[in-house]
């Protein structure tokens, strides 16, 4: 009787320490600074900039709402979507935002 209790032990033991999901999540994008929209247009062409605009909020320690609004431009998609990723994450309330899109002005 106490070897099958042991084997059970053992047994539970083991399945806790098995991870619960065995797919590899995605891992998130990496944090990037939007740029100041004219200045990256006179850099590169305001057909070759990515633009977007967000708008979120969330609440803080004291219960208080902080608010978020941001219009930045980017070289690339993949770093526009970055940055919407991001912004959704931080401000998660209310958050309200344009897809990422080509040209800017």
Not at 72 to 81: I, N, Q, S
Request: aromatic share 12%.
């Amino acid at each position: 009787m106490k070897t099958l209790a042991a084997a059970l032990a053992m047994a539970l033991a083991a399945a806790t320490t098995i991870p619960l999901a065995t797919t590899a999540e995605a891992a998130a994008p990496p944090r990037v600074e939007g740029y100041h929209c004219p200045t990256l247009a006179a850099m590169e062409g305001p057909a070759n900039v990515w633009h977007t605009w967000f708008r979120g909020q969330k609440e803080d320690l004291f219960d208080r709402i902080d608010r978020f609004v941001a219009s930045p431009c980017f070289r690339t998609e993949a770093e526009c979507k970055a940055w919407l990723y991001w912004a959704q994450t931080d401000w998660p309330d209310r958050n309200t935002f344009r897809p990422c899109a080509k040209g800017w002005g």
